[in-house]
């Protein structure tokens, strides 16, 4: 490590295109050193390699410096303030030469040609301002999935077959680029109005990029979201935010409606039914707890998201 607190190794042996955009793929983590590891690990085999890695730790124990060190592409360790969005702000204010910026979640790890397809569909398509991709398996709404289990995954799925791209919403924020051109020209970054887990920050972030070109989903991008547990926001913390980040959107003008009202009394649903028998990894009677203190709060005319940073988390 230089003393900017960068990590450079030139090297990979990506075939270089005759056209070729800049590729900076950026993470934000928290309390999950080992998965960030091995997500590390696993990008060091893409077949086409980032320009330059950019790694956001909460804590400088979040980071075994050994997988950013042995990393065969240039990579920098940036830092700022807590929170997904403020993080990735920090990284998209340090990726200064990219022309698109990749964000994958810690825990997001990528099939080997994730990246060549990136660049080639940015190539491709000048209107396509965002893309996202669909994870081959997706734990967030379970358990979560092991390392063993998503390699498995991986290796099984073979060369992309479908080559579909479609209209969408917004991205999905374990697996989200973005042309850089036009958030610099309007000045668009992530809202740290929405802090820490920062629900509903992808959608919010993706929609006001759409005035300047498509949103899209392209089935060639494919990995598995293993949706690890540990650090996430607390049930409280997180059910609060369900209500009140979409609501704070749709105030804003970012988001509709009929975006934010399906998912509201969705979520609500799920969280009341649920918690008479709670899945054993999620904290369903503080995510309810966490809605009713939301809509409290819309009734008094007092809501903020920001409103989580002076709530304690229960014990459980």
């Known amino acids: 490590m230089n003393r900017e607190g960068e990590f450079s190794r030139i090297g990979g042996g990506a075939k270089m295109s005759e056209k070729r955009l800049n590729l900076v793929v950026g993470i934000a983590t928290s309390g999950r050193r080992e998965y960030l590891s091995e997500t590390i690990d696993l990008l060091a085999q893409q077949t086409r390699l980032p320009d330059r890695l950019l790694i956001n730790p909460v804590s400088p124990l979040d980071l075994d410096p050994a997988c950013i060190e042995r990393f065969p592409a240039p990579s920098s360790v940036v830092s700022g303030q807590i929170g997904s969005s403020a993080q990735r702000n920090q990284i998209i204010s340090a990726a200064t030469e990219a022309d698109v910026i990749v964000f994958f979640d810690d825990d ?18 000048n209107d396509v301002v965002a893309v996202t991709g669909r994870p081959l398996a997706d734990g967030i709404n379970g358990p979560g999935l092991s390392v063993a289990q998503a390699m498995s995954i991986i290796a099984e799925a073979g060369p992309a077959q479908d080559r579909t791209i479609a209209e969408a919403y917004g991205t999905y924020g374990c697996n989200m680029a973005f042309r850089l051109q036009p958030l610099r020209q309007h000045a668009i970054l992530f809202d740290e109005n929405l ?3 920062g629900w509903q920050e992808d959608i919010d972030f993706s929609r006001r990029l759409a005035p300047y070109g498509r949103i899209v989903r392209s089935e060639q991008l494919r990995g598995v979201h293993l949706g690890t547990k540990r650090g996430r926001t607390s049930g409280l913390r997180l059910g609060y935010s369900q209500i009140a980040n979409p609501v704070y959107l749709v105030r804003k003008g970012t988001v509709s409606w009929q975006h934010a009202w399906p998912l509201i009394w969705k979520l609500l649903a799920i969280n009341l039914v ?24 819309i009734a008094r005319g007092r809501m903020s998201p920001r409103r989580i940073l002076e709530m304690e988390p229960p014990t459980r």
Do not use: Q, T
């Open 108 to 125: 997001f790890f990528a099939c080997n040609d994730y990246l060549a397809e990136i660049e080639n569909l940015f190539l491709s398509h």
């Open 195 to 197: 802090p820490l887990y």
């Open 274 to 297: 649920r918690s008479l028998h709670p899945e054993p990894w999620i904290d369903r009677r503080g995510r309810l707890k966490g809605n009713c203190l939301a809509l409290i709060d």
